[in-house]
């Protein structure tokens, strides 16, 4: 295989349509696009969604449930992802973000249980589950929530 053999297989280019270039083009006179009508003038629009004045499905559909405006997002970090941080150290947002255990946007950080913690920490974050509070205590460590 060499540069001058290679070419497009049959249909990867195609030529754009040339409108308007006489009656035996095919997209003569009125250019592929009918006679009168709002899809015939220029400057037409629909807006997204719009069925030609039936009821647009996004209004027939039916609403459910109930979206809290004031609800909280929490990242979760695991309490077996803590143990990489020195014995002794302060754990915080700031922390987690620089090592990446809490990527996102989010209202705060919540620790969970999962894996295993054998140093003494200080962590600070928004939110904390029973067994992880348990684990980190355990350990020798400390829990404070706080609010961001």
Known sequence: MNLHTLANKPGARKTRKRVGRGMGSGTGKTCGKGHKG???????KHKPGFEGGQMRLVRRLPKRGF?????????PVNVGDLDRFDDGAEV????LRRTGLAKGPAD??????????NKKLTV????FSASAR??????????????S
Do not use: S, W, Y
Request: glycine content about 14%; some cysteine.
């Open 108 to 117: 705060g950080v919540k620790i969970l249980g999962r894996g295993e913690l």
């Open 92 to 95: 915080t947002m700031d922390e």
């Open 67 to 75: 979206r809290n405006p004031a609800a909280l997002t929490f990242l």
């Open 134 to 147: 348990a684990k980190i205590e355990a350990a020798g460590g400390a829990c404070e929530e706080v609010g």
């Open 124 to 127: 600070k974050a928004r939110a």
């Open 38 to 44: 709002q899809m015939a003038r220029k400057g037409h």
